[in-house]
């Protein structure tokens, strides 16, 4: 009698469905890494006028990257993890240097950061797919 297929993302491999509170906080890990990126990004520019940000710098990236790597660790695939790091970081800075610096956001590149966001939302599809029919086998 055939297996039924796993639910999407809760097996890997014979292994039992993942506990609720580990993917839950591989989601925390990622958004607190791009927090801190997003924070170090932004201070970077502020920097420039006070430079005791530069250590608001330092501090934020190295524990994007500590973070970075725990969600590695705990499971979630590098390109999936990369891909969102990027895209939520690239569109978070964009948005937040507009109101914080008055840097100008223009429709061209709203649509951009749009178009960067459905790209991750591909990838993390196609992800979970591949995943879906992995576990099939």
Known sequence: MPRPPPQSGTA???RPPEPRVVRVRKWLLLGSAIAFEVSASLSLKGALDRPLLYAVVVVGYVASFVLLSRVLVAGLPLGVTYGIWGAVGVA??????AWIFDERLTALMLGGITLVIAGVLLVEIGSQ???SRQEAV
């Open 92 to 97: 978070a800075t964009a948005v937040l240097s």
């Open 129 to 131: 797919r591949a995943r």
């Open 12 to 14: 890997h491999r014979g």
